[in-house]
């Protein structure tokens, strides 16, 4: 009359004998896992597509450090449109229904996806530091030219570096396995020397700002400063203390997944791992707030795209940055 817990045991693939264990699921965790990941994809898509679509519509935001923002922008929302389902999926059934090659695919989609994000931060960092440093040689040095073909190389250069390695336990499983010498080579190519120079750069940032700022007062005491020029250095400040904060984000979110990977078996649990994972996505999401927090021509952009007035004839040439200097 015992019953064992064999007999109660599901696998992903009944009809194969090397299939994995299927987790069980109550409806109700089911329905509130599915209704939640959903919110959280489109949410991602929705926020990032306004940022795409403000930077790509207003002629007026085609600068070098928007064009890198808007490549930022469409990592971030292919993350909620492509990972996030299918890793939702994964999770929700406990059981990876799509076969070793879309699993090959799926994994070089996300490790694409979070290279090309680390590295934008990284160019992100190296435009603000010539803005603020060398204001002079900004216009000469950064161009939208030299830009377009650096963030497409980035792209390019992270979609040869990522490819997954899956090495199936069992059928029904997409695991993103690798060596402990390829983690360690890895932590240190794709996220200790990007971080090493993003942080580098934005010490020298803000101890440049800092000087400028006592410099500034200390002209407009003397009234040797022009009001155009005091606008223009703390707007520089100011965009670089904003992706700062955006970069400083996506650090707290990495540095944490990154030590678990290396951490071994002995700490690095399944729920732990997932939970740091889907920080990562997450992360995807938040950007675009930051913008609206301190980017006032990003809500002005909002609100021409929300109202439909994009479809006015000439939108694309309003002064977006009017009224908020």
Known sequence: ???????????????????CIKGMRSRYEYNIMSVFF???????????LLVIISISHFKKLHTPT?????????????????????????????????????????LTMMGLLFSVSLSNLVLIAVDRFVAVCHPLLYPQKITMTKTFIIVSLCWFYSSAYNTAIVMSVCYGECPYM??????????????????????TLYL???????????????????GKSTMEDTLKKKSESKAALTLGIIVTVHLLCWIPFYILSLSGSTVNTAVMS???TWTLYVNS?????????FYPWFKKAVKYIITLRLCKPASSHVDIFKDYH
């Open 204 to 222: 020298r940032i803000f101890y440049v700002a800092q000087r400028q700022v006592k410099m500034i007062n200390l002209l407009l005491n003397t």
């Open 1 to 19: 009359m015992d019953l064992t817990p064999i007999q109660h045991t599901q696998y992903c693939f009944p009809a194969i004998n090397s299939s």
């Open 274 to 276: 997932k939970f740091l």
């Open 38 to 48: 959903t919110l959280l994809s489109a949410w991602t898509v929705f926020l990032n």
């Open 178 to 199: 690798m060596s402990f010498a390829w983690k360690a080579s890895d932590l240190i190519l794709s996220f200790v020397s990007p971080c090493i120079v993003i942080i």
């Open 66 to 106: 928007n064009l890198i923002i808007l490549s930022l922008a469409v990592a971030d929302m292919l993350v909620g449109l492509i990972v996030m389902p299918i890793e939702a999926t994964r999770l929700i059934e406990t059981c990876w229904y799509f076969g070793d090659t879309f699993c090959r695919l799926f």
């Open 285 to 293: 999401g938040l950007n675009p707030i930051v913008y609206a927090l």
